[in-house]
């Protein structure tokens, strides 16, 4: 079945500790989404790829990172984690269309959830 | 710009009665909505869609909703709420016309579904 995979489901770093979580997809969407959901709250854009285009939202930390090596990989890489990064991070995928960078249907992976000792 | 307000953070009904949950949106263009549903340390699954189709969308696990354009809503409904039907549940709104900002989507703040048995 065609899906939105994230690795590890459950991690745990140190303060300050460098930290990369993962996704993928076999949907071969052109558009891959990273979010963040803290306890209770929606989630919350940090940013987005449409192909190899980066979209960061206004707002996002710097010490947030992304990269994408190809249509079916996408991480995201906290440089120093803060107590204040434990949360869920959600990855998601939809189709794009054409040349216009349209919002459509979002696809969801389950979720790593990120523990900062 | 587009915005999303879900007018209840908890709906508790009894197994067995309609569920209601409202959702009022902004929008400047011409609005796709969806709601989501969260199952606890899960990922988003949607349940429906509104692409300015059919103003009464139906969708998954017997939930359904209804576009009102001059009431800015798209509220949730299922006439015989299910004990797997407690959740968090998300409306959402994307915008089609705001110029190729595939900026995500809008979410609301969630409401909190209690089934009582």
């Known amino acids: 079945d065609a899906m939105v995979i994230q690795n590890p489901r459950y991690q745990v770093t140190q303060f300050g500790k460098p930290v990369t979580l993962s996704c993928s997809q076999t949907l071969n969407h052109n558009v891959m989404y990273w979010y963040q959901q803290k306890s209770s709250q929606a989630p919350k854009l940090l940013f987005h790829y449409y192909d190899k285009d980066f979209n960061n939202e206004a707002d996002t930390p710097d010490n947030f990172q992304s990269r994408r090596p190809n249509t079916s990989f996408c991480f995201l890489d906290i440089r120093s984690p803060g107590l204040g990064d434990a949360a869920m991070y959600l990855c998601a995928t939809s189709r794009g269309g054409g040349g216009a960078k349209i919002s459509d249907e979002q696809f969801f992976g389950p979720g790593t959830r990120l523990t900062v000792l | 710009a587009q915005s999303v307000t879900q007018l209840d953070s908890h709906v508790s009904v009894s197994e067995g009665t309609p569920v209601l949950l409202r959702c009022n949106y902004s929008s400047s263009y011409s609005p796709s909505l969806f709601w989501y549903v969260q199952h606890p340390n899960k990922g988003l699954q949607l349940?429906?869609?509104?692409?300015?189709?059919?103003?009464?969308?139906?969708?998954?696990?017997?939930?359904?909703?209804?576009?009102?354009?001059?009431?800015?809503?798209?509220?949730?409904?299922?006439?015989?709420?299910?004990?797997?039907?407690?959740?968090?549940?998300?409306?959402?709104?994307?915008?089609?016309?705001?110029?190729?900002?595939?900026?995500?989507?809008?979410?609301?703040?969630?409401?909190?579904?209690?089934?009582?048995?």
């Not at chain 2, 809503?73 to 299910?82: I, Q």
């Open chain 2, 47 to 117: 349940l429906l869609k509104y692409t300015s189709a059919a103003t009464l969308v139906k969708g998954i696990n017997g939930f359904e909703a209804e576009f009102k354009k001059s009431e800015t809503s798209f509220h949730l409904t299922k006439p015989s709420a299910h004990m797997s039907d407690a959740a968090e549940y998300f409306c959402v709104v994307t915008d089609w016309g705001s110029g190729g900002g595939a900026d995500g989507l809008t979410f609301g703040k969630g409401t909190h579904l209690i089934i009582q048995p």
